[in-house]
């Protein structure tokens, strides 16, 4: 099941273990559900569960299921409904129904589902373990309540390659964005505590990761429950004490906590990646407005100057959605004017989706959904246009590139300038090592790529 078990799955090989039951787990949706599904990983194999990531051998399929928009829904269920065919194919036992649907919709896809032998919701699968034990008795088990955010103390199993981890800092958003279900699955900002975090960013570095990834729905609110006030750059200076850590990538910023303080820490760390990733969903002050967001045009421009003139070379990624309720041409033609303009490094653009139980669905869905989709073209074709000269700018500088795949005569990979997985990547010049760190000249680009060689 390549689709769903990717070969990235990294499960260890070397231990002979006598186990009986086998378990798979197919994770859909963000990052921060990802490290959910290593959490549960880790606390299945702890508990003697053997891991699969072929669905035709286990006994227990779990689908860690993400509720965001309706492409995402329709997806989750989807996916339940074609692991449930190993009970024929395979040698499906149970099925078990994780993650932000399973904690939106609770009673109703529990009555929907009779596939379904057990659910668990964002807030207590720590508790898989029963969930899979009683879906294997019969006793169809489910658990929706809410978990602390530093209540989880298991070993995670790593689905990303060796070299690169995503951290969740926190848990929750207390934002009040009119478009977004997030609160509704997640509950409200509850930040891990600071030695939380490091004590499992240095196991995470001692297992041979050299890229942590910083995930929360709101990364710069980090700590303003714990310590009074956000504390992001706190935990950068934290995290550069550790050593053979090559980099930290701060990922779902939002504007209103981009301080001078977070900037000079970004600048001034080596380890921390200068690239910074701040949804903005739109430009127009009456589509902002309607969304709930607090940051109008002018403000952004600010910030977003702050930073470029502290760190020049700052790689800047952010997403917009078009289709809003109420989004005009007028509204829409901001939206381009704003990203020719502002020239972002990587723009991620999404079509409106009309959720249930959000405050933006009082608003109705006007904006129809072929119109959507022409704008999101449009928008994306903008950036396509200026991409050119953005990526341009780094040719001829020298810097460092995560190797992630060898090649004959050219090896794939990353510098800080790219995330996984949503960004572009580097074509070196040679044959490396996956993990390698090297040092490389940019020569040129291609499109959203770069062409580098090695600078020795």
């Known amino acids: 099941m390549p689709l769903y078990f990717p070969a990235s ?19 859909l949706g963000c990052p921060k559900n990802r490290v959910d599904s290593e959490v549960m990983l880790g606390i299945l194999q702890e508990a003697g569960y053997q891991l699969t990531p072929e669905a035709t051998e286990a006994d227990v399929l779990i ?12 997806e989750s269920i989807d996916t339940v409904l074609e692991m449930n065919q190993y009970r024929e194919k395979g040698q499906l036992r149970a099925l078990v129904m994780a ?9 109703t896809l529990w009555n929907d589902l009779p596939e379904v032998d057990a659910m668990v919701g964002t807030g207590e699968f720590h508790r898989i373990v029963e969930a899979v034990e009683g879906a294997l008795q019969g006793t ?4 929706w309540g809410e978990m602390p955010v530093s209540g989880v103390k298991s070993t995670r199993k790593l689905t990303t390659p060796d070299y690169t981890a995503y951290l969740k800092i926190a848990e929750g958003c207390d934002h009040s964005c009119s478009f977004c279900a997030i609160p509704q699955m997640r509950g409200g900002y509850r930040s891990r505590p600071l030695q939380d975090i490091v004590v499992e960013a240095r196991q995470l570095v001692a ?22 006030k956000p504390s992001l750059p706190r935990l950068l200076y934290a995290l550069q004490e550790i050593p053979e850590l090559v980099m930290v990538r701060i990922m779902y910023s939002y504007p209103t906590q981009i301080t001078p303080n977070l900037v000079q820490a970004m600048r001034d760390l080596p380890v921390v990646a200068k690239y910074l990733d701040m949804p903005l969903q739109h430009a127009h002050p009456d589509l902002l407005q309607k969304m709930g967001r607090p940051f109008r045009r002018e403000k952004t421009e600010r910030v977003l100057n702050m930073i470029r003139d502290a760190i020049p070379d700052v790689t800047l990624r952010t997403t917009f959605i078009v289709g ?16 020719n303009n502002m020239k972002f490094d ?57 190797i992630e795949e060898a090649g004959d005569t050219v090896s794939t990979g990353r510098s800080w300038m790219d995330a996984p997985g949503i ?31 090695d600078s020795v």
């Open 9 to 27: 799955l990294r499960y260890d090989t070397c231990e002979v273990i006598e186990l009986t039951t086998k378990v798979g787990m197919v994770s």
């Open 63 to 74: 689908v860690n299921t993400c509720g965001f928009i309706n492409s995402a829904k329709q």
């Open 99 to 107: 993650g932000c649907l399973s904690q939106r919709y609770q009673q």
């Open 140 to 143: 169809r088990p489910h658990f």
């Open 207 to 228: 297992s041979g990761v050299r890229e942590l990834i910083l995930i929360a729905q709101d990364s710069t609110l980090w700590g303003h429950d714990l310590y009074g």
């Open 324 to 339: 809003f309720p109420g989004e005009t041409d007028e509204h829409f033609n901001t939206l381009v004017e704003f990203i």
């Open 346 to 402: 990587h723009v991620g653009v999404f079509t409106y989706s009309h959720e249930e139980g959000t405050r933006a669905e009082n608003l109705g869905d006007s904006v129809p959904e072929a119109v959507k989709l022409h704008r999101r073209r449009e928008a994306m074709l903008s950036q396509r246009r200026v991409v050119g000269s953005v990526r341009g700018r780094h040719v001829g500088r020298v810097v460092p590139v995560l």
């Open 423 to 453: 960004d572009g990547v580097v074509y070196v010049k040679g044959r490396y090592t996956p993990g390698e760190v090297i040092s490389a000249r940019i020569t040129g680009t291609r499109e959203y790529d770069l062409i580098a060689e």
